[in-house]
């Protein structure tokens, strides 16, 4: 008989189980954070989730309180929807939340009217 050799996920350790995380896709990841809690601590880690792009449209109300999820703390990728009403839509507090925050690269476009056309 052949000797099974088992593995168990946890039983890896955590910077191995860190370095398969890295490689998910973030929809995956996300998964991740739901299937016990050591994996939610794990898979929240705001190393894995900064090359995350997040894109803003229209309702810049819960900006600073996204931006304030632990596992976003590090996000470099930011894109607000609104060039021409950028100012109408984003206030100082948010441009100072920013400038606070370790966001390397800011877009401004016009996303929500891209969305109509076919």
């Known amino acids: ?4 050799c088992k593995i168990r996920m946890n039983s890896l350790p955590k910077e191995m189980l ?3 995380f890295q490689k998910l896709e973030f929809k995956h990841l996300k998964n991740v954070m739901l299937v016990c809690r050591y994996w939610r601590s794990l898979g929240g880690d705001p190393i894995l989730w900064k090359r995350f792009k997040m ?3 229209d309702n810049p109300a819960y900006f600073v309180q996204i931006l304030s999820i632990p596992r976003l703390s590090r996000i470099e990728h930011i894109t607000l929807d609104g060039l021409y009403e ?3 839509k ?13 966001v390397k690269i800011l877009e401004i476009d016009d996303i929500a009217d891209m969305t109509s056309v076919s």
């Open 1 to 4: 008989e052949k000797d099974e």
């Open 18 to 20: 860190m370095m398969i």
């Open 55 to 57: 894109i803003f449209i």
């Open 86 to 88: 950028f100012r109408a």
């Open 90 to 102: 984003y206030g100082d507090s948010h441009l100072d939340f920013l400038s606070e925050s370790k």
